[in-house]
């Protein structure tokens, strides 16, 4: 049982200032009462339904058949190498001081790229684009200009700045000319990992870096014309409070990115080896990880930051904030994202796709890609394949999720359903978060309450068919 925290000095008023569309009540009772496990919805079906019946020569024959959609593609690369081992990650990686392991990467992508860009029309338009990791920038100048100029061999790049290019950028890793040459290569949109600037909690997670460092890079990325900008922070971490947690968003929001990112630590050590490092008796209690996260998204939005959802804030003229208020907002493995109509094609280890009705993934393990890239065949081994049920669910939890309303007019004009009859037994038990304040429930749609924003999780599980059958669940908390 969380203790209470209506005392802690910390806190800011519970409803936070913004648009009355937009506005959060931070509810304690019930973010105890709902602070469950549940999926992060970048997909639904979630990976957890990802199996192996699911093959490299069906996900072939999709990819051929979209061409007659004439949909644009998005393009998402992962980098997996790290000159130094961020203790809290989780992501799949390769920690090394060798920058010579790149290049036998580098070359398996480029098999990759050729078998994947014969799947696809050339007409096509890369509309998306992005570099992640791991550390996408561990990679020489040299060898960045080398891997877009391979793209555009086998994707049609575009040349006039429109698309959403973006790179995720370790400021340590900020050489001279980087950004200039990021920029000259087409990207318009760059991501810093920060986390926090506080020094003692620097050093517990093993990722030292200045605040004029980050400032400079930003400032930098500004000057050459990026068009978007980008911060990512962690609240959870050892050592951390709310004086100190409260400095680094008062410093980030003096930096003024147009996107901030606050995510949830999860503190796996039993998955996640790194996180063995890391002592349980040096964490925030859960009580106080609440307490840092109401100040948080206070700070936030007095600043003028619009809360997007789950762990995302930008500025009202960012277009994200502009999406949402359009109803034109999507989310993808890749977060929230204003490009709903392109195919996502992953390339590199552990990459996930979304091509057509269907979602793919890469071999995990190095050695295991470089087998495939060495027989000249895909490295998909393991996906799903969408049926109708969850075509109109995974609808509906993005509608909710993007947007937080849910017009069921729309979802019976776009998949010729009765909404009453078809999701009569969600609907029934939406009535308890309806009583809770969660939600608005009447005849004609669902609307998110304030108290229900940073529960918006919660409700769209409540139309997750496979939460329903599953045995166990395999989710981090919502809060």
Sequence with gaps: MLGPLQHNPCLFPRVFAMSASQSIDFDLDLIHRY??????YTSYPTAVQFHDGFTA???????????????????????????????????NKVVTKDRTRSRGYLDSLYQEMALQG????RSRPVTQLHWGGGTPTFISHDEMTELMGKTAEHFGLLDDDTGEYSIEIDPREVRDE????????GFNRISLGVQDFDEKVQKAVNRVQSESLVRNVLDEARRLGFRSTSVDLIYGLPHQNCETFGNTIERIIDMDPARISVFNYAHLPDRFKPQRRIADADLPTPSEKLAILQQTISQLTEAGYV???????????????????DHTL???????????????????????????????????????????M??????VFRGVELDQ?????????????????????????????????YFAQELDDLKVMESDGLINLNADQISVRPAGRLLIRNICMSFDRYLREASEQRFSRVI
């Design 35 to 40: 602070n469950t496990a549940g999926p992060r």
């Design 57 to 91: 020569e069906r996900y072939q024959q999709i990819a051929r058949e979209t061409n007659a959609s004439g949909r644009p593609l998005s393009l998402y690369f992962h980098i997996p190498f790290c000159d130094t081992v961020c203790y809290y990650c989780a992501c």
């Design 118 to 121: 014969d799947l696809f029309d």
């Design 178 to 185: 980087t950004l200039a040459l990021l920029r000259q290569l």
């Design 307 to 325: 809360y997007i959802g789950m762990d995302h804030f930008a500025k009202p003229d960012d277009e994200l904030a502009v999406a949402q208020r």
């Design 330 to 372: 999507y989310r993808n493995f890749q977060g929230y994202s204003t490009h709903s109509d392109c195919d996502l094609i992953g390339l590199g280890s552990t990459s996930v796709g979304m091509v057509g009705n269907s979602y793919s993934q890469n071999q995990h393990k190095l050695d295991d890609y470089y087998a495939a």
């Design 374 to 379: 060495g027989e000249k065949r895909l490295a």
């Design 389 to 421: 049920d969850d075509l109109i669910r995974r609808d509906v939890i993005t509608r909710l999720i993007c947007h937080f309303e849910l017009s069921f007019g729309d979802i019976e004009k776009a998949h010729d359903i009765r909404f009453g009859d």
